[in-house]
C-alpha cells in the first residue's frame, strides 16, 4: 500500500515561485509512476507532469511546460514540483498520485492519491 502526503503549497503573489514535495510511504516501491494533478474550484481535476520513478523520465501538460518542472529523490522517497512564474489561473488544490502502470495522465490510472496541498496565486 502506497500512503501520498503533499506539502508546500500556500499563498504567492503571480510571477512567484513554489515547490510542492510529496513524501512516499511504501513496503515495496519498483516500476511506479508518479503524477502530480491540480483541481481548481468547481473544475475537473487535471494531469500536469508524471515522471518515472527509477528512469526519471519525465513527461508534461502543455499547460505548465517550461514552467513547471517534476523531479524525485530516491533516497529521500520524495517527489517534487517546482512551479515557476506561477498565474493566477495555477491557482488550485495540487495532488500527487502513483501507479504502477506507464505512460498514463488520466486519474482513473492513478491507484494512490494524497490529500492535497493549496496553492493560490494572486494577481
Known amino acids: 500500500q502506497v500512503q501520498l502526503v503533499e506539502s508546500g503549497g500556500g499563498l504567492v503573489q503571480a510571477g512567484g515561485s513554489l515547490r510542492l514535495s510529496c513524501a512516499i510511504s511504501?513496503?515495496?516501491?519498483?516500476?511506479?509512476?508518479m503524477g502530480w494533478f491540480r483541481q481548481a474550484a468547481g473544475k475537473e481535476r487535471e494531469f500536469i507532469a508524471r515522471?518515472?520513478?527509477?528512469?526519471?523520465?519525465?513527461y508534461y501538460a502543455d499547460s505548465v511546460k517550461g514552467r513547471f518542472a517534476i523531479s524525485r529523490e530516491i533516497p529521500k522517497s520524495t517527489v517534487y514540483l517546482q512551479m515557476s512564474n506561477l498565474k493566477p489561473e495555477d491557482t488550485a488544490v495540487y495532488y500527487c498520485a502513483a501507479t504502477q502502470r506507464m505512460g498514463v495522465w488520466k486519474t482513473e490510472d492513478y491507484d494512490a492519491w494524497g490529500q492535497g496541498t493549496q496553492v493560490t496565486v494572486s494577481s
Open positions: 515522471i518515472r520513478w527509477y528512469s526519471g523520465s519525465s
Open positions: 511504501a513496503r515495496t516501491f519498483s516500476g511506479y509512476t
